[in-house]
């Protein structure tokens, strides 16, 4: 299999499946996802979070693997994270988007133990980066611009947690950032995507906002609403993808005193103050 290999100061980046960057820096890797064996003398195996394309070569590898502790059963067990879709009943596979499936790996310590773990939740609950040097490994709480071209709506959790991670992106000292899949960035690029993305998703914010009117729409309705908006490709697994944004999307406005939600003969309905 051929890889594609960069090199950025004293960090290796392979380009692996779905276009995850593994990363390697002296005898630690992290989020592998290669398929190949690039993992010569590696001893230990950082993951950012519990979705199966960011760890699907660490049950391959002999090494200490670590992650955040609120991952961990998601990378022990990535059904829980397909069952997360699906109100915790078992989602069948062929509604599931691929990136989440994978096999599991026994995690052996807590990312938090280590001082190059840096917390940015938003994506997930616990999602973590690590700082190596000069370059931050950011996962998936920053995606580039042709990610959200693509997909119209990526996949997070918490809107309001993800634009806070952002903007300690921002903050933090580093040269380059390695996002989750795709190129890497200097300063001055990833700065630039930083803003991007909080832009994208405070559009999303505005967006769910304007679906919402003052009859009141099911979140069903409102998903299908904003598929349409966003041009997502009418499947189910898309659909199960995007669902925890807008569901996160709902949570922050209604904490927010923008929209009232009430039981009706429909279930759930969200209705615009």
């Not at 990312?111 to 690590?130: D, F, Q, R, V």
């Not at 040097?133 to 990526?154: K, Q």
Request: aromatic share 8%; proline share 4%; hydrophobic share 40%.
């Amino acid at each position: 299999m051929n890889v594609e290999k960069i090199v950025v100061e004293r960090v290796t980046v392979y380009v692996g499946r779905f276009r995850v960057n593994t990363v390697v820096y002296r005898d630690i890797a992290f989020d592998p996802n290669v398929g190949s064996n690039v993992y010569h003398d590696i001893k230990t195996v950082f993951i950012t979070h519990g979705h199966a394309d960011h760890f699907g070569d660490a049950c391959k590898i002999n090494a200490k693997i670590v992650a955040p502790k609120l991952e961990s059963n998601l990378i022990e067990d990535p059904r829980i994270c397909r069952r997360g879709l699906f109100s915790w009943a078992m989602l069948p596979e062929n509604l599931v988007t691929p990136h989440f499936m994978g096999e599991g790996v026994r995690v052996d310590d807590f990312a938090e133990n280590y001082a190059i773990s840096i917390p940015l939740p938003g994506h997930t609950y616990a999602h973590t980066g690590y700082l190596i040097e000069n370059v931050l490994i950011a996962g998936d709480s920053i995606h580039l611009v042709e990610c959200w071209e693509r997909f119209g709506v990526l996949y997070y959790t918490d809107p309001d947690s993800a634009i806070e991670s952002l903007n300690k992106i921002r903050k933090l000292d580093w040269d380059y950032i390695v996002p989750g899949h795709g190129g890497i960035l200097n300063r001055d690029e990833g700065v630039k995507i930083v803003k991007e993305n909080i832009k994208r998703i405070e559009k999303v914010d505005k967006t769910i906002l304007s679906i919402i009117d003052e009859e009141g729409l099911t979140e069903s309705e409102i998903l299908a609403e904003a598929m349409n908006a966003f041009g997502v490709t009418s499947t189910m697994a898309a659909l199960n993808t995007l669902k925890p944004a807008i569901s996160g999307h709902l949570s922050s406005l209604y904490q927010r005193n923008l929209i009232t939600v009430e039981l009706s003969e429909k279930g759930l309905v969200f209705k615009r103050r």
